[in-house]
């Protein structure tokens, strides 16, 4: 899925995370995740995957709600993806979605 950011070097700490999330090197996905978010024009995505895998309960209702604050450039992949991760944040798996 494409992601929104306008810095090239967040783009690419939010794409290594990813990688490291699908081989399961947990251990290094929150720093690059939270290196990609830092700079504020990283992509909002990576932030609400902060949330979805933080074990620190303090650090995932800050990331979901900057996840959820009014709606940056982003792409409809990524709303929906982001809607998705806070709706089961809070309970509600079933969300009905509108990109």
């Keep these: 899925m494409p992601v929104t950011s306008s ?3 967040a783009r690419a700490l939010y794409e290594k995370g990813m990688e490291d999330y699908e ?10 995740l939270a290196g ?9 995505l990576g932030v609400a995957w902060i949330a979805f895998n933080s074990r620190n309960p ?6 979901r709600e900057k ?31 509108r990109p």
């Design 58 to 63: 303090a650090e995932v209702v800050v990331a």
């Design 67 to 97: 996840a959820k604050a009014p709606p940056a450039q982003v792409t409809p992949g990524e709303k929906l993806m982001i809607q998705w991760i806070a709706g089961v944040q809070e309970g509600n798996f079933l969300a009905e979605s």
């Design 7 to 9: 810095s090239a070097k």
């Design 36 to 44: 990609s978010g830092e700079r504020g024009s990283g992509p909002r």
């Design 23 to 32: 081989n399961l090197y947990l251990e290094r996905l929150q720093p690059r």
